[in-house]
């Protein structure tokens, strides 16, 4: 249970006025004596001074926002994702003359990663954008008990209970599959690289929808697996020995991470696309090539999503009564030359 103003008053035998002025450091006519009890009283008590009971009496702000990201720095820049966050937040705050911090998470200590962020909060930052989100670990909600203001780029599936902005990964995946569908592809083989993260759980219950919808049997989905930390050259021999299998799939969900790979072991193994096997780029990041516009893609809106949550967050900080509203962000699926209807020769091989 949170350490309340109002414990720390009780504790130390003095008003809450008094214990606020004392985190204000409005001292005035206050006794060493009276000073003295406060001090102790929060040190024994483990207090962390509320950010907006701290700053906003005042209206002072440090004009810095802290970005909660997974625990492997390395990791993070693995894919396009994060890069893309972070150019898209630093031109933003820029702009409104914000500072950014970036935090990477520690599984091992919790208690203190937590007494840890809520100490910035109450020093050195206005508010989080947490990333990264796990059903299972709802850490967020203790700075929204201590009024510390956050806001999450992610949707937990069936939850609604906290403050977010998401793509909408369940619909991209809902339309990317029902393209395939509707070419004559039932046999699907879909990317993963985390089962326990929001988004393949979302993407998952996605999948089941439509194969509910087109009766498609959950043996001819195939989930591929790779590992995030894995090298080009690890990719590369994950999609040789499956496309090398006789009842693979006929069309696949991949992101643009994993694209190349795929692409080369198709062509060594003498694979036509879209002729042999179709695809749909499901994480796909906008370049300057105009061949990979040719593709058959959905386009990735975490410079968007990441934009729109850095908004909502500043809201919070400044207007913390404010009903806050989250935000869907709509994925669209755009076709291309990568997926064709289905040949009946390879239907029936398969």
């Known amino acids: 249970m949170s350490i309340t103003i109002s414990d720390v008053a009780k504790r130390a035998g003095v008003s809450k006025s008094t214990v606020s002025n004392y985190l204000n450091e409005k001292y005035g006519k206050m006794s060493a004596e009276t000073k003295k009890a406060i001090e102790s009283t929060i040190r024994e008590l483990g207090y962390t001074p509320n950010l907006s009971a701290r700053r906003l009496p005042n209206k002072e702000k440090s004009k810095t926002i802290c970005l909660i990201i997974p625990g492997s720095l390395t990791r993070v820049f693995n894919s396009f994702y994060y890069p893309t966050v972070f150019s898209a937040i630093e031109k933003i705050?820029?702009?409104?003359?914000?500072?950014?911090?970036?935090?990477?998470r520690k599984a091992f200590d919790k208690d203190n990663e937590m007494s840890f962020l809520k100490g910035m909060a109450a020093s050195m930052v206005d508010g989080y954008i947490i990333f990264d989100l796990s059903a299972e670990d709802l850490f967020f909600k203790e700075f929204e008990e201590a009024g510390i203001p956050y806001v999450c780029c992610g949707k937990i599936e069936d939850y609604e209970d906290y403050r977010y902005v998401a793509s909408d990964h369940k619909k991209a995946i809902k339309d990317a599959m029902e393209h395939l569908i509707r070419l004559g592809h039932r046999?699907?083989?879909?990317?993963?690289?985390?089962d326990s993260s929001v988004v393949e759980q979302t993407r998952k219950k996605g999948i089941e929808e439509i194969c509910e919808k087109y009766a498609v049997r959950e043996s001819n989905i195939t989930y591929i697996e790779f590992p995030p930390d894995s090298s080009d050259q690890k990719i590369y021999d994950i999609w040789m020995e499956h496309l090398r299998r006789g009842e693979r799939p006929t069309a696949y969900i991949i992101s643009t991470t994993i694209r190349q790979q795929f692409q080369l072991?198709?062509?060594?193994?003498?694979?036509?696309?879209?002729?042999?096997?179709?695809?749909?780029?499901?994480?796909?990041y906008k370049r300057n090539n105009s061949?990979?516009?040719?593709?058959?893609?959905?386009?990735?809106?975490?410079?968007?999503?990441?934009?729109?949550?850095?908004?909502?967050?500043?809201?919070?900080?400044?207007?913390p009564?404010?009903?806050?509203?989250?935000?869907?962000?709509?994925?669209?699926?755009?076709?291309?030359?990568?997926?064709?209807?289905?040949?009946?020769?390879?239907?029936?091989?398969t």
Do not use: C, H, W
């Not at 994925?331 to 020769?345: A, C, F, M, Q, R």
């Open 187 to 194: 046999k699907i083989g879909i990317f993963t690289q985390n």
């Open 321 to 349: 009564a404010s009903e806050f509203e989250s935000q869907m962000v709509p994925l669209e699926i755009t076709v291309g030359e990568t997926t064709s209807v289905l040949k009946n020769d390879l239907e029936e091989k």
């Open 93 to 104: 705050s820029e702009k409104l003359k914000y500072n950014m911090l970036i935090y990477s």
């Open 291 to 319: 061949e990979e516009e040719n593709q058959t893609r959905v386009v990735s809106k975490a410079d968007e999503v990441a934009e729109a949550a850095f908004k909502k967050l500043l809201q919070v900080i400044y207007n």
């Open 265 to 284: 072991a198709a062509q060594t193994l003498g694979l036509s696309i879209p002729e042999d096997i179709s695809y749909v780029n499901i994480e796909y």
